[in-house]
């Protein structure tokens, strides 16, 4: 069984928004700290943003702060990655994964595990 789905990829213009959803099927979803990684075609998976187990502390890489918002509803088991303002260099597979114990807000891919599928976001100039 996958811990997380990721969904709500697509395409869009630049200039557009999508929102990603990532579901869990873990009941310890709650107590986890989550991020949210991204892989460009051939390059490395990059840090986009995390956040803590109760929703009130985030992080987010430089390149998308004032435009990406990440949230969690624990009742739900469900985070988010809201994406306005999307720009072409953001196309890339979007993954969620749970935090393995290293501080909050780690970009080290390394310290994350239970890995989505990905979902695709292409965004058009």
């Known amino acids: 069984q996958v811990p997380f789905v990721e969904s709500g990829g697509g395409l869009v213009q630049a200039g557009g928004s999508l929102r990603l959803s990532c579901a869990a099927s873990e009941r310890s979803f709650s107590s986890r700290n989550m991020g949210w990684f991204r892989q460009a075609p051939g390059k490395e998976r990059d840090f986009v943003a995390a956040?803590?187990?109760?929703?009130?502390?985030?992080r987010y890489t430089d390149s998308v702060k004032g435009r990406f918002t990440i949230s969690r509803d624990n009742a739900k088991n469900t985070m988010y990655l809201q994406m306005n303002s999307l720009k072409p260099e953001d196309t890339a597979v979007y993954y969620c994964?749970?935090?393995?114990?290293?501080?909050?807000?780690?970009?080290?891919?390394?310290?994350?595990?239970?890995w989505g599928q990905g979902t695709q976001v292409t965004v058009s100039s």
């Open positions: 994964a749970a935090n393995t114990g290293a501080p909050f807000g780690s970009t080290n891919q390394l310290h994350y595990d239970y």
């Open positions: 956040i803590n187990e109760r929703g009130r502390l985030t």
